[in-house]
């Protein structure tokens, strides 16, 4: 089944691709390897903003971190050409979560992300990750993700 096709049956079209916010390119494509800048929670109804451990419980974090890995999506579809369907694997994740000192469920927000790409590409969305803290994010956003695809 197409990755197009597993995204249409749950229910997610891609957005555009996010523009880049500042003085840097969206993707880097270095042979079959494409590094994609972060990407921020933002959905259709906009930013998704808040501080994990204060004003966010973990499943909104969670949510958050889903809308960026559809974002990344999108970087990829852009850097093919349109065709999502050249996307071989994901790599790797890198997530930040806003979210105070004292807060240590990243790997629990980050999961949305994950289990997001799993669930679209099967054994093909499998990757390595990190998730770490940070005081603060662009925007006050709650989430924002890069991420590492090899591609055909």
């Known amino acids: 089944m197409s990755i197009a ?7 997610v079209s891609l957005p555009d691709a996010p523009a880049p916010a500042a003085n840097y390119v969206p993707f880097v494509q270095v042979g079959s390897t494409l590094y994609v800048s972060g990407q921020i929670s933002n959905g259709p109804d906009g930013l998704v903003t808040g501080k994990l451990g204060a004003d966010m419980q973990v499943e909104g974090g969670a949510a958050a971190a889903r809308l960026c890995a559809i974002s990344l999506l999108a970087q990829v579809k852009a850097a093919c050409g349109g065709d999502i369907d050249r996307l071989n694997r994901v790599v790797k994740l ?15 927000v980050i999961n949305g992300a994950s289990d997001f790409l799993v669930e679209a590409l099967g054994d093909a969305g499998r990757h390595a990750r990190s998730a770490v803290s940070a005081a603060s994010l662009p925007l006050g956003v709650a989430v924002e993700i890069e991420g590492i695809f090899e591609i055909k």
């Open 94 to 108: 890198t997530g930040f979560v806003n979210s105070t000192a004292d807060f240590t469920d990243q790997p629990k």
């Open 5 to 11: 096709s597993r995204l249409a049956d749950l229910g």
